[in-house]
């Protein structure tokens, strides 16, 4: 039987172990060589995303695109928006080379023909972009939660290459969250999350390097980014984020010392699920 190593050790990361949300990769792309003129945003919601696009490369070209019953997209002014009908994308074969989507498939009701569309509308070597669910608990109609193989394999079945995954907010924090009424102090957790910490402490203990850690992660995360590539098309250029690529040190870690019921209530629910350290001769 297959480990989820070998099964994703290619698409897990060894650069840094931070946890991370959607807008990574949309920062990581605008900010970059090959920065688009560009992006399309899937499921755009209130069109929120157009603000941080235009953050990061004044000059974008932003298109929302939702389905009819969105009454947030329906709200947009000032901006291009495109309704759908959840399938079938407006747009020509090979034309687009930034899809984004943000917390979205897990609300779609046929993925798997709608990938098949992000793959005609691509061009080649155009990039998906964005995040989904794992470990989440129901929300807003949400039909689905996908493992992070579960969802490569997807991407595949659709013609697409999933190069990477980088674990967001950790699966038992969102189930607190949902339990507990969503509490203001909540919203923290999706810099940082309670048992995203241990595994950092763990990480540092252990000596672990920065793929095993985000593996530990992922195993465990409510959400996770993403990054699909279609084939073809002239060779990327990325630019590594120097700014994430140390470790967060145990003992400097937000939550050990500004939050220490936090981190005590982290280590009581969370301890268990880690390895202990191994003793060295």
Not at 110 to 125: F, K, N, S, T
Not at 165 to 179: F, K, N, S
Not at 181 to 202: A, M, Q, Y
């Amino acid at each position: 039987m297959a480990t989820l190593w070998q099964l994703m050790a290619e698409q897990i990361p060894d650069d840094h172990s931070r946890q991370v949300h959607s807008q990574y990769y949309l920062e990581e792309e605008l900010t970059g060589p090959d920065s688009p003129p560009l992006v399309v945003d899937l499921g755009c919601g209130d069109g929120s995303s157009a603000l941080l696009a235009r953050k990061w490369r004044s000059d974008v070209r932003w298109v929302g695109v939702d389905i009819l019953q969105s009454g947030y997209a329906k709200g947009i002014v000032g901006e291009q928006v495109l309704f759908y009908d959840g399938v079938n994308l407006p747009f020509a074969d090979n034309s687009i080379p930034l899809i984004y989507s943000n917390q979205v498939f897990e609300h779609v009701r046929h993925p798997e023909p709608l990938l098949r569309e992000i793959a005609r509308v691509l061009q080649p070597g155009g990039l998906f972009i964005g995040s989904t669910s794992q470990l989440e608990p129901y929300h807003a109609w949400s039909l689905w939660n996908y493992t992070i193989y579960g969802f490569k394999v997807l991407v595949s079945d659709a013609g697409m290459t999933l190069t990477e995954v980088r674990p967001g907010i950790d699966g038992i924090a969102l189930v607190h969250r949902q339990w507990f009424g969503r509490r203001p102090e909540h919203s923290s957790w999706f810099k940082r999350s309670p048992l995203n910490t241990e595994i950092d402490e763990w990480g540092v203990t252990t000596r672990r390097r920065a793929a095993l850690v985000n593996l530990r992660k992922l195993q465990f995360c409510g959400q996770f980014s993403f990054r699909v590539q279609k084939p073809g098309g002239p060779p990327r250029v990325r630019t590594p984020r120097k700014d994430l690529a140390t470790p967060i040190p145990a003992a400097t870690a937000p939550a050990a010392g500004k939050r220490p019921a936090l981190r005590r209530w982290a280590r009581q629910q969370f301890g268990q699920l880690l390895p202990a350290p191994r003793k060295r001769d």
